[in-house]
């Protein structure tokens, strides 16, 4: 049987998930303008209401499987913000200019600061950085383009090699790209859905894969079982969200939390699996590095 696909909505898949989103919004522009096909923000608010009503309708459990419309509610969270552009935008169009097309417009610039605002959230990175990253983004997969007989691996020191001399040929100095190698492997890493793949694989199989609950096996994965009381110590500086993510993870059994899957969890809770998952690694790091402020010499020892 085939893997079931997962949709990256707010990443590879963001192209899908804008184009079905404006379509949407697009079937009830009528609504937004007023008897003289001119902008009124009486007519705004029926457009708002119209659109998320729809949306609410079309992102139910049972109805949306993907969770496409899921997330596009989440683009919309900050709706009222798109009055005041569509506004300015409509109100200077030429007479002949076509209001849908011009709302389309208005949407697609909307929708992409919706998208890094969110994305930044999810993260923890600031919107600049994922612009940054989408530039770096877009010439590494032109140059992969200008070279379809080459099978290139864009996880490769070969190829951020080849982007930092693209980089220091076309955009020397511009900061809005990154002029260190070592910046180029670290947007990668960070953002790019196959690096952080590996990543996660490689952190998971090295440290983080247990097979019982409880502290001890927490203990023995992180520091070969030494300093129980001090991790204890390091687990309560956590947040309630860090907290319950450790015992769904480690079965650690302090909240009540056990009996959940993560999926279960993520579930509940309504958290995308690349927030679980981002979070489950800060978390971590986050407890390796009280350890060391602890003990530097806990975390350089025979397993790390």
Known sequence: MAAEYTFDWLGQDWLKLK???VRLCARHVDVLLDTEDQYSRAGFQRFRDAV??????????????????????????????????LERELGRKKAQADPVQVVGQCLRFFLENARRELYAL???????????WERLDRISKSLVRLDPERETDRCSDEHFNV????????????????????????????????????????AEDDLYSLTSGGISPLMDELLNGR????????????????MEIMNVEFKLDTNGLTYMSATAYRRETGMSKRLYELTKQKVL??????????DPMAVTGDRI
């Open 52 to 85: 998320l009503e729809e949306l609410r309708q079309r992102a139910k459990p049972d109805k949306d499987a993907s969770g496409l419309w899921s997330e596009a509610l989440g683009l919309l969270a900050e709706f009222d913000a798109l009055g005041p552009i």
């Open 227 to 242: 300093m129980e009381d001090i991790l204890r110590q390091c687990l309560q500086r956590l947040t309630t969200q860090e």
């Open 19 to 21: 184009s079905q989103l």
């Open 163 to 202: 982007l930092h001399a693209y980089i220091k040929e076309h955009h020397p100095g511009d900061y809005n790209y990154p002029q260190k190698l070592s910046s180029i492997r670290d947007y990668f890493h960070l953002f790019c859905e196959c690096c952080r793949e590996r990543t996660v694989d490689v």
């Open 285 to 294: 790091q986050k407890l390796l590095v009280c350890l060391g402020d602890s």
């Open 122 to 132: 999810e993260t923890g990175e600031t919107s600049g950085r994922i612009k940054t």
